[in-house]
């Protein structure tokens, strides 16, 4: 039986997304075996990062700097905005370095059984962004989801009057992907946009 601050600890761990409870009592006992390397590190981080998270008022990114590293770095291209859901789409986009613009986070997407509609979103201040000027395309990076395609649909509508290319992620066969193994959904996608060969 754990003493109450490290059952503490556990549900702490187990509320973050992917840990349930075993995998965080695994966590906890890795820290208490190696407190002094482990848990110190840490604990330093967590604090070194608790009082500085702040969300960049430009794109929304979540950073210890305002403008956060991506739109203060000189070397982005200004001229392109990717449009993504969360930040964790961000991340993600720009771990794998393929694109070299900036972003803008929505904050979530449109969905009429959550009551999430578009002024819940930062919509208006995408709109300030690209009415600025200096924007030539804006990316519309939505998941490939009822919602997201509905957000994607809906944002491209309201940029409809700006002069600026609207384009969006290619949705459809996944690489290293084999058709048996691919839902309905996604197999229909990726017919809609097949392309000649060669």
């Known amino acids: 039986m754990a003493s109450q601050e490290i059952e503490r ?21 890795w820290l208490v075996k190696r ?20 969300e960049c008022d430009t794109c929304g990114n979540v950073d210890t700097t305002n403008p956060c590293g991506i739109c203060a770095d000189p070397r982005r291209d200004q001229r392109s905005i990717c449009v993504v859901e969360d930040v964790a789409d961000l991340w993600a986009l720009d771990r794998a370095k393929l694109f ?31 009415e600025e000027g200096g924007v030539d395309e804006v990316v519309l990076a939505m998941n490939a989801t ?5 957000t994607a649909h809906y944002l ?21 992907g084999e058709l048996d193994y691919l839902d309905e959904g996604t197999l229909a996608q990726a017919l809609r946009a097949r392309r000649p060969v060669g």
Do not use: C, M, W
């Open 35 to 54: 407190r002094e390397t482990g848990l110190v590190a840490l604990l330093d981080a967590l604090e070194d990062v608790r009082g500085k998270l702040v």
């Open 146 to 150: 009822l919602e997201g395609q509905t």
């Open 100 to 130: 070299t613009g900036r972003y803008h986070v929505l904050g979530g997407k449109l969905s009429a059984l959550e009551g999430v509609r578009p002024e819940d979103l930062n919509i208006a201040s995408l709109l300030a962004r690209v």
């Open 9 to 29: 600890l556990s549900q702490a761990l187990a509320r973050l997304p992917g840990l349930g409870p075993r995998s965080a009592r695994r966590a906890v006992l």
């Open 156 to 176: 491209a509508e309201r940029l409809e009057g700006f002069p600026v290319r609207i384009t969006q992620l290619a949705h459809g066969l996944p690489v290293g």
